[in-house]
Structure formats: structure tokens, C-alpha cells
């Protein structure tokens, strides 16, 4: 599942490059394209959590841009494959290790300055495609249980910020984004983590077509 997703995203968006690319030429300015980075994934918001350790993971997926008008804004939407969560310690020495999987659907509006220079915002909506973790003792030895996908919530949503540059067809961006929904569902596992919710940065290259 965790390579599947990805790879179909880039390969669809490789399918269609041909007809997009008439489409966009015909739509005054709209681009479309694939898009491949890394992230680094962490939990914030939870006072019991300590030394946080990112995971580091990759983003994957296709994007199109649309101009509002004759300006310099346009409106970005994104298909995604993101991973994302962390490891950390509580106070009484138990380690949990969170492991995440998103499909996303990012929505921007950007900003262009000076023709190459760009600057974006907006929300974004996740389903959950995959999730596993464990919780270990200060010797890491396992503890009690390990959590699978019916332990954390199915949705994710909240904000993002980001720039980057774009020239000719080639962008590179910087991203950050914040959730507003806590990962783990009203059960046991909530118990542990509390209210942590995914806390991202994501440096990616794109490709327009």
C-alpha cells in the first residue's frame, strides 16, 4: 500500500501528460505536473511528550495551477502521498513510535513575485491510507500492545505556508503545514498520545507539463 499509492499517482500523472498539456494551452496559462520530495513528520500539542524525534519520509503526487485572472495569483491543487508521524518519550521512560500515511489533497493560493519567486497558503484534507506503531519501555523492549490503522483517526486537516522558486517547467518548494485533528482516535490509544496532532515540513521538486 505504501508504495502502490505513489507510484500510482506519478504514473497517472505521466499517462496523461500528453492531453493535460493541450488542455492547459487551450486554458490560458494552467499547469499541470508531478511533484516528489521528502518530509519531515513530528507530533506537537502534547505536554507529556519529550524529545520528540522527527521520521523522515517522502511526498509523492500530482498538481495543477490555474490563474486567477491577468495577475500574479493562481490557485494550486495537489493529489499527494505523504508519510508522517514520530517518535518521542514520556516522562515515565515509555517510548511510542507512530508511523503514518496520508493521501492528501492540498489547496493553495500563490503568489508570484519577479516572475520565478513564489509564496503559498492554504488548507488541506487527508484520508488516512496506512498506519502502524509501538510503544517500548526505556530499554526498548515492547509494551503492552503495538497500534494498527483502527487505533487512529481516518481524517486529517489544517493549514500550510510555503515558497519556492519556478523556472521554466522545474519548481522547488518549501513547505510547512499544521493539523488541526488530533492523529489518534477516543480509545485506548488516545490515552498515550493525547491530543498530538502531525506537524510536517516538505522539500519537494515539481515538473510541469
Known amino acids: 500500500m505504501k508504495t502502490f499509492l ?8 505521466c499517462f496523461l501528460a500528453t492531453p493535460i498539456n493541450s488542455f492547459a494551452q487551450m486554458n490560458d496559462g494552467a499547469r499541470f505536473g508531478i511533484k516528489l520530495g521528502v ?18 519520509g517522502y511526498t509523492a503526487g500530482v498538481f495543477g495551477q490555474f490563474p486567477l ?6 490557485l494550486r491543487p495537489e493529489l499527494l502521498f505523504s508519510a508522517k508521524g514520530a517518535a518521542f518519550d514520556f516522562q515515565n521512560g515509555t517510548r511510542p513510535e507512530v508511523k503514518l500515511s496520508y493521501v492528501e489533497l492540498p489547496i493553495s493560493l500563490q503568489w508570484q513575485l519577479f516572475g520565478f519567486l513564489n509564496l503559498h497558503g492554504g488548507m488541506y484534507a487527508s484520508l488516512l491510507a496506512d498506519a502502524n506503531g509501538k510503544l517500548t519501555d526505556a530499554n526498548g523492549n515492547p509494551v ?41 482516535e477516543e480509545n485506548s490509544l488516545q490515552d498515550y498520545l493525547g491530543n498530538l496532532k502531525n506537524a510536517t515540513w516538505a522539500l519537494t521538486a515539481s515538473w510541469a507539463f
Open 6 to 13: 505513489p507510484v500510482a499517482l506519478i504514473t497517472l500523472g
Open 39 to 56: 518530509n519531515g513528520a513530528n507530533l506537537y500539542d502534547d505536554i507529556r511528550a519529550e524529545d520528540k524525534k522527527a521520521r523522515i
Open 69 to 74: 485572472g491577468k495577475g500574479r495569483f493562481s
Open 144 to 184: 503492552s500492545f503495538n497500534f494498527d490503522k483502527s487505533d487512529y483517526s481516518n481524517v486529517d486537516y489544517g493549514w500550510h505556508l510555503g515558497g519556492g522558486l519556478d523556472i521554466g517547467n522545474i519548481g522547488l518548494h518549501l513547505r510547512v503545514s499544521r493539523g488541526l485533528k488530533e492523529v489518534a
